[in-house]
C-alpha cells in the first residue's frame, strides 16, 4: 500500500467526481491525476529520484495537494516546511534533512536571497505561483516533463513524507513517515466513527504543511472526496467559503474554533452544510466546545495524535459528545476519546510497566501508523521508540472504559511542593472567566516550592480583569495548590504551526 | 497487526458486550477474552508452538470461535478442515500440512479410527465436545492449561491460517495466511459499502471452515459485535435462528439462499431483524435475486473472492444493487462490484499486460490481503504469484465505471467452433426457466467442434421438463452456439464446502 494507490484507486473508479473546487474552477480526478502525472515528470526533470527530499514552503493551495502525490509518485519523500517558522528554522531544516529541491510560492519567494547562502545541498529553487517569477528562481510552469515510461511502485516502507517537529525531545528533528504509516492511519481515520465519506466537500483550512490536514489530504483523495482551500487561516475567510462551497468537512485547532465560533459575522454566513467539525492538537475548553455545538449543528470529534503517529492515536466521537457529569473526573467529554482501530495505545509508568485504569503515566502507542524514526537521529529513536512503543511525551490516564484522558505534556507538568499540577486543568478554569479570550499556565522557579504557577493571559477586547480577581475565580473552584501565584497579561501568546501555545517560548521569558 | 490485537481491543474497550449466543448462553467478551487465552495455554501444554499447524474437523460451534484467536495467540496457525471432504481428502491434507494436532467434535470423531494410522505426524488427536470422550481421544475439557507469564506477540508475517483449497491449479494446497493478510481483509471489508458495524448479530450459517465466514469472524471480534452458530445447514434452522437471536448480519451461498427462501415454512418466521445479507462465493441467478430482495426487506451485498485473498477482492453494494437495464451486457447488479479499498483488481492477457474495459481476460489481485503463498508449492507460487499479483484463474472483464464482471473460470470456460462461451451466462438462462431448481453448464468433448454445451438440471420438486423443451427455451433467449446440446438431468448437483457445484466431476462422469 502506498500513496499512489490512493489516486490511482480514484482515477479508476471516480474519475469524474470533482477533486478540487478553487475560486471559480473544478478539476475532477481524471484532471487531477493527469495534473499530478505531469508533475512528477517535472520532479524527475529536476532530477528527483527515490529517497530524495523536496521540501515545500507554500501556503494552502491545489498545488501543495498535487505535491503531496507527485512528490511521493516520482519516489521522493515531501517535506512540507512550517509557514510561520523564521528565516533560521527553514534553514536549519533543509540543512538538516539535505532537501534538494524547494518550492517555494509569491508569499515565500522573498526570503530566498535570506538564506540561498546557508543552503549547499538544494539544487533547484522553485517559484510556484502566478504573476512573474522572481529572477532568482525557476518557473515551476516552464519545467518540461520528463519522458518516463511508467513510475516504480513505492515500497510501503520506503519514506513518502518527512515532516519536522518539535517533538518529545531534543529540538525539531524530521520524523520519517512511510507510506504504509499514512496509508495506515488515513485507514484507521476512515474506520473511526467521525470519518470523512465519499460525499465530503472537505475545507483546507488548518494548514497543509501539518499532518493534521495531510491525514484529510490522503482519506479524501482515496475515497474521490473535494477538496477547497482557504490560503491561510482568516475566522471570516473559513466562513465566507464554508457558505460560499457548501463545506461539509472541517478540521480546525481550539484556538481557530475560538475565533470563527467569537466571530462578530458569524450570523451572516450559512454553515448549515456542515456535518464534522474535527478538532484537536491542543486541549478544547469545555466553555468553548459548549459554544461550538451550539453555534454549529455539526457533529463533533476530537483526534488525539502526534506527527510520529502519522498522526491519530485516540478518536472522540459524536456519541460520545455529551456535554454531561461534568463536575466527574472521568466523564467522555473530557476525554480524547478511545484507540482508534489498528493502533494500540498505553499508559505507562517511567519503568515502561503497564499502569491499570485511573493512574497518571505517559501515553505510548504501537500500531503501523508509528513513524520510522527521526531523520539521523538514532539516539532518539532508540530512546522513543523502545520496546516497539513510541513515547509521546504526554501523560494520561485511561479510565475503566478505555476513554484516554490526557493530563499534560510530560515536560510541561508543573511540580510544586511535591504535587504534580497539570497545567491544562488549571487553563481550562481560567478559561472559564468572562473575561479571558486565552490562558496558559507555566511554572516559574520559585526557592522553596521548586516551581510556582503562572498564568499568563490574553483579554477580550474591551473586558477588564486583575491578577488578584483572576486569582480568587481560581481559589473558588481549584485546589489551593494548583492556583496561580502571579498573573501576567499579554496581547497575544506565542503559537507554533497549529495554534499551540508554545510554553517553550513562555518559560524562556519567565526566566 | 495480528489476530490477538483484534480481540486484546475488544476486551479493552467493550469488555461487557456479547461475544456469543449459543442456546441459551450469553458469553461476553471479558469471558471469551479469559476462555480464548485459557485455550491456548491448553494448546502450550499440547506442545502447539510457534509455526505450527492446528488441524480442526468440527462443525460451527462457539468452541470454533474460540480456536479462531487461541491457536493464533499461542503463535501456532489454525489450519480448518472442511466438513464435507472425504475422509481421503482429509488425510491427505493433514499428511500434506504436517500438523501436529487435529481437533474433532462429536460428529467427526468416529472417522478418527479409519486414518488414524496414516497420519504420522499428528500427536494429539483431541475430543472438542459434550458428553463421553472417546477412549481413543484425549478430552479437550480435561487437558491442564500451562503456565505461561506472556504470550510471545506474534509477527504480522507469521502464518496465523492454512486454508486448504481445490484453487487455480494442481489440486489441493494449503493457501498461508498471515496475520496481515487477515487483519487487512478484515479492514478492507469494513470500509465497504456492506459492512458489518458494532451492533451487528451475526449468524455463522456458512460453514466456519470456509474464509467466506472466517473473514466475519474476526470483523465482528475486533467491533465487539455479536456471533451465532448453526452447526451445519439447514434452511429452515436459519430461519428459526434469525427470528430467535434478532440475527442482523448473514453470508449465505446463493445455493443455499435459495433453499432458504423457498422455503415453504418461510412465512413462520420473523426475519424483520436482518439488515445485511451478503452472498458470494458462486454466480447469483438474477431470479433469485429478485425474489430474496422481495422476501428479504435486508440490503444485500455481493462479495467476490477467494482462500488466496484473505477472502474479498471486490464487493457489489447495496447502492448498487438496482434490478435495472438487466437486457444490458454491463450493468452494475451483473457485476461483482468494484475492488474494496485496499485491494487492487485488474484484468490482464496471457502475457500479463492490462486489458482495458471491455475486453474479457484473467483477474489479478494485489495487495496486504494476498496470501504468503501454498504450503510447500513453490513452483505453483511462482506462477501464480507471478509479478507480485495474485492471478485467480477467473475470467473477467471491467466496465467503464470499474465494475468487474465475472465470466467463467478459466479451467471451466467451454471452446465450441473457435467460440469462448461462459457457463455462467448459460445457466442464468437455464436457472430462469420456472421448472428449474438448479443448473450447471459443462463442455463435452466433440468430435468437431472440440467441446459440445452439455446442461445438467435439478428440476424442482413436482415440476417436469424434457430436454427438447430445454433447448427451445435457450435458443430463445441465447445465440445459438451457446445453447446446449445435450440435457441431463439429476437428483441434486455435486458440491464443494462452500455450495460451489464442482464441474469437474461433472466432466469426468461426462467423459
Redesign the interface.
Known amino acids: ?1 502506498n500513496i499512489p ?1 490512493c489516486l ?2 480514484t482515477r ?2 471516480n474519475a469524474d467526481r470533482i477533486a478540487t473546487l478553487h475560486g471559480e474552477s473544478k478539476v475532477t480526478y481524471r484532471e487531477f491525476a493527469a495534473e499530478v502525472d505531469r508533475s512528477a515528470r517535472k520532479f524527475v526533470t529536476l532530477g528527483a529520484k527515490k529517497g530524495d527530499r523536496v521540501a515545500v514552503l507554500m501556503l494552502n493551495c491545489p498545488e501543495y495537494l498535487n505535491f503531496y502525490f507527485s512528490i511521493p509518485l516520482c519516489g521522493a519523500a515531501i517535506m512540507p516546511l512550517n509557514t510561520r517558522w523564521h528565516r533560521n528554522e527553514v534553514t536549519f531544516t533543509l540543512i538538516d534533512s539535505g532537501a534538494t529541491i524547494l518550492l517555494l510560492d509569491e508569499k515565500h519567494a522573498p526570503i530566498l536571497s535570506e538564506i540561498r547562502e546557508a543552503l549547499p545541498w538544494v539544487r533547484h529553487f522553485v517559484y510556484v505561483g502566478d504573476g512573474n517569477c522572481p529572477s532568482d528562481l525557476e518557473d515551476w510552469r516552464k519545467i518540461p516533463p520528463a519522458d518516463v515510461a511508467e513510475f516504480e511502485e513505492p515500497h510501503e516502507d520506503d519514506m513518502a513524507g518527512l515532516f519536522y517537529t518539535s517533538g518529545t525531545t531534543g529540538g525539531p528533528k524530521g520524523a520519517m513517515l512511510s507510506h504504509r504509516n499514512i496509508w495506515s492511519n488515513t ?1 484507521h481515520a ?2 473511526s466513527p467521525n470519518a470523512l465519506s465519499d460525499d465530503a466537500v472537505y475545507l483546507h483550512a488548518a494548514p497543509m504543511f501539518h499532518l493534521a490536514d495531510a491525514s484529510a489530504i490522503v482519506g479524501l483523495t ?1 475515497l474521490g472526496a473535494t477538496h477547497c482551500f482557504l490560503a491561510t487561516f482568516d475566522p471570516e475567510a473559513v466562513l465566507q467559503l464554508i457558505h460560499k462551497y457548501r463545506v461539509t468537512h472541517i478540521v480546525l485547532v481550539p484556538a481557530m474554533l475560538n475565533m470563527v465560533v467569537n466571530h462578530p459575522n458569524f450570523d451572516r454566513y450559512d454553515t448549515s452544510s456542515l456535518r464534522r467539525i474535527t478538532y484537536g492538537a491542543s486541549p478544547m475548553p469545555i466553555p468553548l466546545l459548549q459554544l461550538s455545538m451550539r453555534k454549529f449543528k455539526a457533529e463533533f470529534g476530537q483526534g488525539y495524535g502526534m506527527t510520529e503517529l502519522s498522526p491519530v492515536a485516540t478518536i472522540l466521537g459524536w456519541a460520545d459528545h455529551k456535554l454531561e457529569n461534568l463536575d466527574q473526573e472521568f466523564t467522555p467529554i473530557k476525554s480524547a476519546g ?2 482508534v ?2 493502533a ?1 495505545v498505553k499508559v505507562v509508568d517511567d519503568l515502561d510497566r503497564d499502569l491499570p485504569p485511573g493512574q497518571i503515566g505517559e501515553i505510548v502507542c504501537r ?2 501508523n508509528v513513524m520510522l524514526g527521526y531523520w539521523n537521529r538514532p539516539e532518539i529513536n532508540a530512546e522513543v521508540l523502545r520496546g516497539g512503543w513510541m513515547h509521546t511525551g504526554d501523560l494520561g490516564v485511561f479510565d475503566e ?2 476513554f484516554l484522558y490526557i493530563r499534560d505534556r510530560k515536560k510541561d507538568m508543573i511540580k510544586s511542593g511535591g504535587e504534580n499540577i497539570y497545567s491544562p486543568e488549571v487553563e481550562s478554569v481560567i478559561a472559564g472567566h468572562p473575561a479571558v479570550l486565552e490562558a496558559a499556565v507555566i511554572g516559574v522557579p520559585h526557592p522553596k516550592w521548586d516551581e510556582a504557577v503562572r498564568a499568563i493571559l490574553v483579554l477580550r477586547p474591551g473586558a477588564s480583569l486583575t491578577e488578584a480577581a483572576l486569582i480568587e475565580w481560581c481559589r473558588e473552584r481549584l485546589t489551593h495548590f494548583k492556583c496561580p501565584s502571579s498573573v501576567v497579561f499579554m496581547k497575544e501568546l506565542p503559537k507554533g504551526g497549529t495554534g499551540k501555545v508554545q510554553k517553550s517560548v513562555l518559560r524562556a521569558s519567565a526566566s
Open positions: 500500500m494507490y490511482r484507486r479508476h473508479l485507514v476512515l474506520l482515496l478511545r484507540a482501530i489498528g494500540e500500531g503501523p472504559n478505555g
